[in-house]
Each structure stands twice: as structure tokens, then as C-alpha cells.
């Protein structure tokens, strides 16, 4: 299972799960909450980076298990030494309230991904009923009882590590689903999500699929609070105008590529023939057409009101909070009405 891939399954399944509601649980988790899984032969820390309210950073960190034969005895002595043994390295930003993957970036490729939304699993996860397993239905530890006998044997509960030690009596709660008829490796199984019943942290501590021919699951190995990063944010990507501004009936229209955290912006038109370059700030509706891409219109009132006939401009895009990731139309523009 690719590493990205679980955080999409981890965190996407909460949002949207029927009677579950991850932002219950978020409310009790902060940045530096952790759990470190093991599945598939790969460790993967998971790490709670920001908790704005309507988004979340996970950063995500995956090692081979043959990598790391001789356990660390510490995770964040671990990270503070980058890592050794580690394949993959990155950071999910998710929208909690769409489910929508908002950026993921690659330290390990000092690169962003791009996902497809059959690569990112998120249109069937932000669709999936996620109810809670009531307490009889629950596994339970041993062997079945014979036909009309009670059954005495105690419910079966994963393994709880905080900071490497097993904490006693731990109990959970237990949630499922079926996952859709979708293609993938988890296509048409059944889904279990374990949670720590004391809601200490907000991420499931097992999670296991069960088919008619076999059990797999996914455990957790550990888990904490502080844990360090020499990472101190997640990159981001600036906005880029597409070709040049369009004329139309109406005024003139510049199409965008922006990330999807970016949604308000100020625009200002820059005027290149005085020798002062007055800077305007310019109205606009915006106009999303798909996944990135999005246009500002601006009318013929507006750009006659702000602009000379006759002098030459750019535009000045500035997201609004984030006045270092600003762009600017390459080639300059005539206004005439």
C-alpha cells in the first residue's frame, strides 16, 4: 500500500462516516499527536502538523521494516536524526469539511503530487457509511461456543502503546464499512476502524479487512504527543495566470491555476507607462471551471474607473494571507475601452 495512500484512508474515512465525526475527536488531538503503524512489511509514522479547524496537515513518514531491523528507541530522536531508513517523506493537507485533498508535497522528491481522484481513493472514501459495531456483534477472544450456549469469552481488543509502553485495560470503540466495488485492493471488503474509547487520539489504532479467504490488518506500534519535525511548514505553491487576458463583451477575463487553498485573492493592476507604476487595486468575480483552474472577470466600469486609455498594465495577484506567493502576468496590456 503506497504511503499516501493510508493517510487518505485513515483520515478521508472519518470525515464522512455516518455516525462519526472526526472533528469530535480533533477537538481533544494537537499538533504533535502521533501514531506509528506497521503494515505490509512498512512503518509509518502519522503526525498531526496543523488542526486549523476546516483543514489538516498530516505529515507522513515510511520506512521499510528491513530498514529498520533494530526499532528506534526513540521516534523523535529518530526524526531529528532525518530519519535513517526512510523512503518516503511528505505532508497531506485535507479540507475537513468537502474531504478534498488540498496539497500533498514530497520532501523525500523535494516536489509536490499530484493526485487523481482515483489515485487519492477520495470520491468513493467521502461517501462511505461508518457506523459503530455494537458491543455484542464485537470479535471476541477464543474459539465459539457450541449451538445455544452463552457466550462467556471476552471481547477482543488491539493492543494500546503510548510513548513504547502497553497500557492496561485499554478499550475501544469499533466502526465499519463496506468498501465499494471500486477496482482497488480494497474493493467490496469489510472495513473495521479501532479507536481508543477515551478519545486520547483522534486516529484509528487498528484497522483491519476481512475477506472470505483471509484477515489483513493494519496495527498500531505506537503513539505520543510532541513529536518533533525539522520540517517547520508545508511548501506552498503560488498561483499562475494562464496566457494572456482575454477581452470580452463584458471587459476582460484572466484565467488562473491555483491551488485549492487559495480561494480569495487581491488583484491590482500595475501601470508599466507612467514612470511612478501606479498600482490600482482591481474588482473581480471569480468564476471556478475545474479542479485548479478558475477565472476573474473584471467589467468594463471597473477597468474604466482604475485604469488610463492608452497605458500599459499588468496584474498582480497576491492570495490574501499569503503575500509571499503573488504573481504577475508575464506580458503587459494595452487598455483601450
Not at 41 to 49: A, D, E, G, K, N
Not at 136 to 159: A, F, L, Q, T, V
Not at 273 to 297: C, F, G, Q, V
Request: glycine content about 6%.
Amino acid at each position: 500500500m503506497k504511503a499516501w495512500i493510508l493517510t487518505f484512508i485513515l483520515f478521508s474515512s472519518l470525515i464522512f462516516g455516518g455516525d462519526f465525526r472526526l472533528k469530535e475527536r480533533l477537538s481533544h488531538s494537537k499538533v504533535g499527536d502521533y501514531i506509528v503503524t506497521e503494515a505490509n512489511q512498512v512503518i509509518t509514522i502519522l503526525c498531526i502538523r496543523s488542526n486549523s479547524g476546516s483543514s489538516l496537515i498530516i505529515e507522513e513518514i515510511s520506512a521499510p521494516t528491513r530498514n529498520l531491523k533494530i526499532r528506534p528507541s526513540s521516534w523523535a530522536d529518530w526524526i531529528r536524526a532525518k530519519a535513517p531508513g526512510s523512503t518516503s517523506w511528505s505532508m497531506v493537507e485535507i479540507d475537513l469539511n468537502s474531504g478534498q485533498i488540498l496539497e500533498c508535497y514530497s520532501f523525500s522528491r523535494s516536489a509536490w503530487m499530484h493526485l487523481s481522484q482515483k489515485e487519492s481513493l477520495i470520491a468513493t472514501l467521502t461517501h462511505l457509511p461508518l457506523k459503530q459495531v455494537a458491543l455484542e456483534k464485537r470479535r471476541r477472544i477464543g474459539p465459539p461456543p457450541m449451538s445455544g450456549e452463552p457466550d462467556y469469552r471476552k471481547i477482543w481488543n488491539p493492543p494500546l502503546i503510548v510513548e513504547g509502553e502497553k497500557q492496561e485495560n485499554a478499550q475501544f470503540d469499533v466502526f465499519e464499512t463496506t468498501w465499494p466495488a471500486d477496482g482497488t485492493d480494497l474493493s467490496g471488503k469489510e472495513v473495521s476502524l479501532y479507536f481508543d474509547k477515551e478519545k486520547k487520539f483522534p486516529l484509528p489504532f487498528w484497522i483491519q479487512v476481512e475477506t472470505s479467504h483471509l484477515i489483513g490488518s493494519l496495527r498500531t506500534i505506537d503513539s505520543g504527543t510532541n513529536l518533533p519535525s525539522i520540517h517547520r511548514s508545508m511548501p506552498r505553491r503560488a498561483p499562475q495566470f494562464i496566457g494572456l487576458p482575454q477581452k470580452t463583451e463584458t471587459g476582460i477575463k484572466l484565467s488562473l491555476k491555483s491551488p485549492k487553498y487559495y480561494r480569495n485573492f487581491e488583484l491590482f493592476a500595475i501601470d508599466i507607462t507612467s514612470k511612478e507604476r501606479n498600482i490600482s487595486p482591481i474588482s473581480y468575480s471569480a468564476i471556478d471551471t475545474h479542479e485548479e483552474l478558475m477565472n476573474l472577470e473584471i467589467n468594463k466600469e471597473e477597468l474604466s474607473q482604475a485604469l488610463e486609455e492608452g497605458h500599459e498594465y499588468t496584474f498582480l495577484l497576491v492570495p490574501a494571507g499569503h503575500n509571499g506567493s503573488y504573481t504577475e502576468t508575464l506580458k503587459p496590456f494595452r487598455w483601450t475601452p
